[in-house]
């Protein structure tokens, strides 16, 4: 098993990519601690680990909160014993799209607030848990928005970059203490949320779901989406010691998506 005695916090472990995640590296022998704010789903995903035979435990936490973040990584090492893998996968999917124009601060800070700042503090408590052990591996899951421009969703997109340049540092700053970071980032993937989005989107555009879909697929050159589960074994593979010597890089899941011009689903 690859992560066989492994302690993994994976953010954002009730839905979508975050579930598929902590699910696989369950499966792998990880013990996981879940966390974000809907309790409901992460005791949901807790159980179903369970349920398999594996150990899991559900965290409340609001990652814009300091002392919930504190929390959240002391809980982790009271039960579990440590930290070894953090993934810090949650993120604030705002639906509105905005362009900077018209931006509100308080709409641009939500979005920062999540995926930049709360990435920073979930780093911040368990390196200060992985450092005197001289191990660990963080894997940040960022997105295509982190490599390209994403017009009308300026805050995402530059939370993006952002967090792919925390990355880079980070694994020039944690690296002599023997502990890896890396993020992924996927392009659109078979979540529930995304395929909302797009019948939303359809709706609006007048336009059938069907055949919205089917324009999207025309920008990636596998003409499909990524199942969850196919962004989760990526972050297993960067979490693992099969990535040992890999550090301060970004993989890119796009099912081919990066390599076609983008603009006209914009
Ligand atoms: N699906 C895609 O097409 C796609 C594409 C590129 C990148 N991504 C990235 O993949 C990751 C997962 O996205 P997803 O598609 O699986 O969407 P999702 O199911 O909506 O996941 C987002 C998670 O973030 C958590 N979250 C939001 N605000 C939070 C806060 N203040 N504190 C703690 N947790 C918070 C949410 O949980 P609570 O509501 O319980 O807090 C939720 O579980 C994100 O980083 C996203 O940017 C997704």
Same mark, same amino acid.
């Given at each position: 098993?690859?992560?066989?005695d492994?302690?993994?916090?994976?953010?954002? @472990?009730?839905?979508?990519i975050?579930?598929?995640?902590?699910?696989?590296?369950?499966?792998?022998?990880?013990k996981?601690?879940?966390?974000?704010?809907?309790?409901?789903?992460?005791? #949901?995903?807790?159980?179903?680990?369970?349920?398999?035979?594996?150990?899991?435990?559900? +965290?409340?936490?609001?990652?814009?909160? &300091? $002392? #919930?973040?504190?929390?959240?990584?002391?809980?982790?090492?009271?039960?579990?014993?440590? +930290?070894?893998?953090? +993934?810090?996968?949650?993120?604030?999917?705002?639906?509105?799209?905005?362009e900077?124009?018209?931006?509100?601060?308080d *709409?641009w800070?939500?979005?920062?607030?999540?995926?930049?700042?709360?990435?920073m503090?979930?780093?911040?408590?368990a390196? #200060?848990?992985?450092?005197?052990?001289?191990?660990?591996? !963080? +894997?940040?899951?960022?997105?295509?928005?982190?490599? !390209?421009?994403?017009?009308?969703?300026?805050?995402?997109?530059?939370?993006?970059?952002?967090?792919? @340049?925390?990355?880079?540092?980070l694994?020039?700053?944690?690296g002599?203490?023997?502990?890896?970071?890396?993020?992924?980032? =996927?392009?659109?993937?078979r979540?529930?949320?995304?395929?909302?989005?797009?019948?939303?989107?359809?709706?609006?555009?007048?336009?059938?779901?069907?055949?919205?879909?089917?324009?999207?697929?025309? *920008?990636?050159?596998?003409?499909?989406?990524? &199942? =969850?589960?196919?962004?989760?074994?990526?972050?297993?593979?960067?979490?693992?010691?099969?990535?040992?010597?890999?550090?301060?890089?970004n993989?890119?899941?796009?099912?081919?998506?990066?390599?076609?011009?983008?603009? $006209?689903?914009?």
């Amino acid at each position: 098993m690859r992560l066989r005695d492994k302690v993994a916090i994976v953010t954002g @472990g009730g839905s979508g990519i975050g579930k598929a995640i902590a699910e696989l590296f369950a499966a792998a022998g990880a013990k996981l601690v879940v966390a974000s704010r809907n309790l409901q789903a992460l005791e #949901q995903t807790a159980r179903e680990i369970r349920s398999s035979g594996g150990a899991a435990l559900a +965290v409340q936490a609001d990652l814009t909160v &300091e $002392e #919930q973040v504190r929390h959240l990584v002391h809980r982790c090492v009271d039960d579990f014993g440590g +930290v070894d893998i953090l +993934v810090n996968n949650s993120a604030a999917m705002i639906p509105d799209e905005v362009e900077v124009a018209d931006m509100t601060l308080d *709409h641009w800070n939500k979005v920062l607030g999540v995926n930049l700042t709360g990435t920073m503090l979930c780093c911040r408590e368990a390196l #200060q848990v992985m450092m005197p052990k001289r191990t660990g591996s !963080i +894997v940040n899951v960022s997105s295509i928005a982190g490599v !390209i421009g994403n017009p009308k969703r300026s805050p995402y997109s530059a939370s993006k970059w952002a967090v792919n @340049g925390l990355t880079e540092t980070l694994a020039i700053e944690a690296g002599p203490h023997n502990i890896r970071v890396n993020s992924l980032s =996927p392009a659109a993937t078979r979540t529930e949320r995304f395929e909302a989005a797009v019948r939303a989107r359809a709706e609006r555009f007048g336009t059938s779901f069907e055949d919205l879909m089917a324009k999207i697929l025309s *920008h990636y050159s596998m003409r499909r989406l990524a &199942e =969850p589960m196919e962004v989760a074994r990526a972050a297993l593979f960067l979490a693992s010691d099969e990535s040992s010597a890999i550090t301060g890089q970004n993989l890119i899941v796009s099912c081919g998506f990066h390599m076609l011009n983008p603009t $006209e689903i914009r």
